[in-house]
């Protein structure tokens, strides 16, 4: 790309963000076109409903950003983040058992989403190199089948113009208009795969007992769920301001509280440890619950479309959204940014740029989408052959397996996690040095309970827990 070509963004949430801070290091300017006025500060906005809702930050997206955006995660960290090692700092049930607090191997950074947007927006338009057009929504693509040539936009008086660009990039997230744009110039809209498990989610906000979000663990306790069952989830995360962000879950056919007053006992009732419901208990609610059903995954493929116009690319959730249950979303957007500089860096066609950000996000992906085909009632409509094939079933038992080693052998524990975290690719899950792991790891002995230590449990004071050796 020449120093004269100009970039338009369609969306200023994070995938737009950080691929308009790739964008400047290549082009000769970039504009970013963002529907709502965003706000000076960590705020909750129109366009990211999910804000609302706990997130977490993986290692694997929080060094993408470190290193595209030196010191923002010890400006998260600064601002009252916690920095939590995994396996380390969580406390974690899953459908196989407790798992063994391990010393860590990677990280996640947990604080609430308008503080992790607004520190990254912050690093970004500080810079003064991006042009930000607010209030201004995108309503259509210029140009024909063989190229886009520019966006059409509608300011806050209603007004329609059109902006030139040589490359324009799709940020717009889920509800992205692509499926109507394309069409509009002639170009069918690329193919999709869809694996829908009706995820749910239930949020509030809590003041934690004093101290406890500084010292007590992440805790995650999921799912009891089977090929006939649906699955509920529940997690309260440490989050900036001495809170909890305490966000229940649950797949198609499941219930979430339908109203404040259920929500502790929705965690009590449903979960398979009362843990997060005695957590509930200890702590004051500080926000109303929020609620909302938007977890399938949802995967686009430009990369295979016969006739992709020159000039767009497609990236974060635009591209692929997954099952929030596995945080690997922001991550993919920070993937997504890391493949656009690599391919802008390498004078890319615009099919290649897709090709390698169709690429960052087949681990996030698969990761997600074949663990969910193995829920109740999962809505499946997919062309991938992991999804469909007949040795989908053959591969879910296998996951099953590693889970459970994972929770009590250290070194299997640690691949995984390097999995989970998208440090490396799930192949490594298939690699010879992992399944004789698999076989050579010593297992400690199976938890009986939550792994807590004596200093947490007197922080939150919940002296009713045994307690559990820590690995
Ligand atoms: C309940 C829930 C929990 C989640 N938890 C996690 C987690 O723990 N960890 C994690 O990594 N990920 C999580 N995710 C996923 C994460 O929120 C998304 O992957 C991430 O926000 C994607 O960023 P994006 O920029 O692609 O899209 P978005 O965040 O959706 O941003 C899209 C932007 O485009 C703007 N826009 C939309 N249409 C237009 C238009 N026509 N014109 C102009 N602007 C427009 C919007 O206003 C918005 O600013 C979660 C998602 C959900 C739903």
């Not at 996640?108 to 690093?123: E, F, G």
Request: proline share 7%.
């Amino acid at each position: 790309m020449s120093r004269s070509t100009h970039a338009v963004v369609m969306g200023g949430g994070l995938a737009g963000m950080l691929s308009a801070e790739v964008l400047a290091r290549h082009v000769g300017s970039v504009t970013v076109v963002e529907r709502d006025i965003l706000p000076e500060g960590p705020g909750q906005r129109r366009g990211v409903p999910q804000a609302h809702h706990a997130h977490l930050l993986w290692s694997n997206g929080a060094g993408i950003i470190d290193k595209l955006l030196p010191g923002t995660t010890d400006r998260m960290i600064g601002a009252g983040a916690r920095r939590i090692g995994f396996q380390g700092d969580q406390v974690t049930l899953t459908v196989r058992g407790w798992q063994h607090r391990f010393p860590p191997t990677q990280f996640a950074i947990l604080c609430t989403r308008p503080l992790l947007d607004w520190i990254v927006r912050d690093q970004i338009l500080s810079a003064g190199r991006i042009d930000l057009r607010q209030g201004t929504e995108v309503v259509g693509l210029c140009g024909d089948r063989g190229r886009v040539a520019g966006v059409r936009v509608r300011d806050m008086n209603r007004e329609t113009t059109a902006i030139e660009a040589d490359l324009v990039v799709d940020a717009t997230g889920r509800a992205s208009g692509l499926r109507h744009w394309l069409p509009a110039l002639g170009v069918p809209p690329p193919e999709k795969d869809v694996v829908d498990a009706g995820i749910g989610y239930a949020t509030r906000l809590f003041a934690a007992p004093p101290g406890a979000a500084t010292v007590f663990p992440a805790v995650n306790v999921c799912a009891y769920h089977s090929v006939d069952q649906p699955a509920q989830f529940g997690v309260v995360y440490p989050v900036e301001g001495g809170r909890w962000i305490v966000t229940l879950s649950c797949t198609r056919g499941g219930a979430l509280p339908a109203h404040e007053d259920d929500f502790q006992a929705f965690a009590r009732s449903r979960l398979g440890h009362p843990l997060v419901a005695d957590l509930i208990g200890l702590a004051e609610p500080v926000t109303s619950m929020f609620r909302s059903r938007s977890g399938a995954n949802r995967r686009l493929y430009p990369e295979r479309h016969g006739g992709w116009p020159d000039g767009l690319i497609i990236v974060g959730d635009s591209l692929a959204a997954f099952n929030p249950v596995y945080g690997h979303g922001m991550s993919a957007a920070a993937r997504c940014a890391a493949a656009l500089d690599r391919e802008l860096a390498s004078g890319g066609t615009t099919r290649r740029m897709q090709e390698a950000i169709g690429a960052a996000v087949d681990d996030p992906w698969i990761l997600a989408a074949s663990k969910d085909a193995g829920y109740a009632n999962c809505r499946i409509n997919a062309t991938d052959p992991r999804l469909v094939g007949e040795q989908t079933e053959h591969q879910l038992r296998f996951a099953d397996s590693i889970i459970e080693k994972s929770l009590v052998a250290p070194r299997v524990c640690a691949v995984v996690t390097d999995v989970i975290s998208l440090s490396a690719g799930q192949t490594e899950l298939g690699s010879s040095r992992f399944l004789s792991l698999m076989h050579s790891d010593t297992p400690y002995p199976k938890l009986p309970g939550p792994p807590l230590r004596p200093e947490e449990l007197d922080i939150v004071r919940l002296p009713a827990y045994e307690r559990v050796p820590i690995a």
